[in-house]
């Protein structure tokens, strides 16, 4: 893990990259990478998250500043930019069962090929995917979900890298931090070792690349 300045953590990301943002409705989410993000103008980003946030928060920003060239999400119901990039085709929606995403991101952070679900069997969820039958019941198979990079936001990070979140914060930021080649990391407080108790840590210090630093 290294430590560095949050303008160096997001200069590694290159446009057009595939990135995990974790968060729900922008609890949990690293703004301030987020917004290095819009001031860098790292466009044509493929963004994974539960949802769109809202105009001016999380995840929202990027929408914008118009960086975003695809979104799976859950929901971008609150977002009227997304929806009017969505509906302009200036981005390509893939809307995903919440649960769903949920197993998708946790498949692919444990090297699986993807799970099988009956959620969206017999829906418009069902199209273009292969169907699955076990013990007579239908299942789709749903594709793992991978990225080249994950932003995530801590309550408390350690010097080594251990994560901690605080309550509902937590959401997805633990599987993302499994599912994506390189994790980028902001934390409310950065904590001496031995701080976080081990059996309070949620995310290991090995899945953690970058920590951008605090002040």
Known sequence: MKAVAVEEAVAMIPAGASVMVGGFMG???????????????????????????LPGKGVGKLFDASLVSRLTATHI???PKAQQQMLANQIEVDLVPQGTLVERIRAGGCGLGGVLTPTGV???VAEGKREIEIEG?????????????AL????LADHL?????????????PIMAMAADTVIVTAEHIVPVGVIAPDHVMTPAPLVDYLVMNG
Do not use: M, W
């Not at 995530?152 to 309550?155: D, G, M, P, S, V």
């Open 152 to 155: 995530l936001h801590a309550f």
């Open 77 to 79: 119901g609150l977002n």
């Open 27 to 53: 609890i949990g989410t690293p703004e301030r990478l987020l917004d290095e993000l819009v001031r860098q103008q790292k466009t044509g980003l493929s963004v994974i998250c539960n949802d769109a946030a």
């Open 161 to 173: 890298g251990n994560l901690a979140y605080a309550l509902t914060a937590r959401n997805f930021n």
């Open 137 to 149: 019941k239908p299942f789709l198979l749903e594709t793992a979900l991978t990225a080249q990079y």
């Open 122 to 124: 017999g829906t418009v």
